[in-house]
Nanobody, 120 residues
Framework: QVQLQESGPGLVKPSQTLSLTCTVSGGSITTNYYYWSWIRQPPGKGLEWIGYIAYSGSTYYSPSLKSRTSISRDTSKNQFTLQLSSVTPEDTAVYYC????????????WGQGTQVTVSS
């Protein structure tokens, strides 16, 4: 059973960088053919895909967030990390990490989500 757990600060000041880590257990983040995604849900809005890091280490980001987003990984810890720079209150959301199964074309495992609030 694959499990994902998000961790990081719940409060970030405007203009700073939001940094979240997803720790994966029950499966390796280098296993073919999974993508490891970050997704968020602002209050009162739908889910927004942020980006992913593939089993190969390649990354792909949402065009609307690409200039501020970086996703990296630490294979020794089986973790992947989201960094979102120059945050504003509009980045306030519940942030989820998830595994995308390229064979089934859906996110089959999700973390429980972590609330991040951007406020001074």
């Amino acid at each position: 059973q694959v499990q994902l757990q998000e961790s990081g600060p719940g409060l970030v000041k405007p203009s700073q960088t939001l940094s979240l880590t997803c720790t994966v257990s029950g499966g390796s983040i280098t296993t073919n053919y999974y993508y490891w995604s970050w997704i968020r849900q602002p209050p009162g809005k739908g889910l927004e895909w942020i980006g992913y890091i593939a089993y190969s280490g390649s990354t792909y980001y949402s065009p609307s967030l690409k200039s501020r987003t970086s996703i990296s990984r630490d294979t020794s810890k089986n973790q992947f990390t989201l960094q979102l720079s120059s945050v504003t209150p509009e980045d306030t959301a519940v942030y989820y990490c998830a595994r995308w199964d390229t064979g089934s074309y859906y996110n089959d495992y999700w973390g429980q989500g972590t609330q991040v609030t951007v406020s001074s």
